[in-house]
């Protein structure tokens, strides 16, 4: 049986051998511990060897052909990697799982779905979209994962979320600056036959409104709901050296809100910055409103009415 060797240059142009196990160590190191059977083979191990090392617990077989090396417990972005790399070479991160990768939605352990050109098998654990053209303008790398761009993957909620969930996802990814509003339109100009175009435009209609909580989501659409005139969200206003961002303001009616969120505003410190923040809009002769999730869910009409009364 051949050695279980590997070629490489060293570092004066020199031929020298680095065992298989090395560079299947190096290259999981740079790839969330997670190698397809195709990089192995690269590595030097052919599938006798790969096997053997199933066997003796060095390999861990996640899928058929993807292999997490050392141990099995990979991080969820290594899930993210392995569920793609089972997908075959069309293969593209999508859906919920795209938006966990892109940060503007938290991931709450369903099903990795991932989008292949035309069709593909079944596979276990995944959910899997089978789509007849996917265009290269939609798929980028995100730590080294192809994924649909921000944009198509909030098409591709707007087949799925209701309308107040896209809402929320569509302010969270302005929020991360990941997408803007004229790529979401160039999208939607040549996309017209999918399922949430129609979904998307009407989200956006009202322009771009990038949210960072989702308090503040759930503010925003009782505003609308009780027909309030449209803030500034999270505009930052300068105070000498200081800058000081309220959630919401109205700035010639001299008004700002505060959401007032018990996970974030609970620790002490928190407090005393938003005590600072308060009293320096107060100094600047803005009357402020701190706005609690319980008075918005609870008691969204008296809540609307402290508004329309500091509105005048």
């Excluded at 190096?26 to 590595?43: H, K, P, T, Y």
């Excluded at 292999?67 to 569920?83: N, Q, T």
């Excluded at 869910?297 to 609307?304: E, G, R, Y």
Aim: proline content about 4%; aromatic content about 4%; charged content about 25%.
């Amino acid at each position: 049986m051949a050695r279980e060797v590997c070629k490489a240059t060293g570092a004066r142009g020199q031929p020298t051998y680095t065992p298989p196990d090395v560079r299947v160590a190096r290259m999981a190191s740079e790839r969330d511990g997670v190698l397809s059977i195709a990089q192995l083979r690269a590595c030097g191990l052919d599938d006798r060897a790969v096997a053997r090392r199933v066997r003796d617990g060095r390999l861990h077989r996640l899928y058929r052909g993807v292999y997490a090396v050392g141990h099995p417990g990979i991080s969820l972005h290594g899930r993210f990697r392995a569920a793609v790399l089972a997908c075959g070479v069309t293969g593209v991160l999508s859906h919920f799982a795209a938006a966990a990768l892109w940060s503007f939605l938290s991931w709450e352990e369903r099903y990795i779905e991932v989008t292949v050109l035309g069709g593909a098998r079944a596979i276990d654990g995944l959910r899997v979209h089978r789509s007849r053209s996917l265009d290269q303008r939609d798929i980028q790398r995100r730590h080294g994962i192809r994924v649909t761009t921000p944009a198509r993957t909030l098409l591709d909620l707007a087949a799925v979320l209701p309308e107040n969930g896209l809402r929320r996802a569509v302010r969270r990814a302005q929020a991360q600056r990941v997408v803007s509003i004229p790529q979401i339109l160039e999208l939607l100009h040549r996309s017209n036959g999918h399922r949430g175009a129609a979904k998307l435009r009407a989200v956006i209609a009202d322009g771009p409104v990038p949210t960072r909580t989702e308090l503040e989501d759930l503010l925003l659409d009782l505003l609308d709901r009780g027909e309030i005139e449209r803030p500034e969200v999270n505009a930052p206003l300068r105070f000498g050296s200081e800058t000081i961002v309220p959630d919401y303001l109205w700035r010639r009616r001299r008004v700002a809100i505060e959401a007032d969120s018990v996970t974030w505003h609970e620790h002490k410190l928190t407090r005393e910055h938003d005590a600072h923040k308060q009293a320096q809009l107060e100094a600047a002769g803005l009357r402020v409103l701190r706005i609690t999730w319980q008075q918005i869910t609870s008691s969204p009409q008296q809540t609307l009415a402290r508004i329309r009364a500091a509105l005048g």
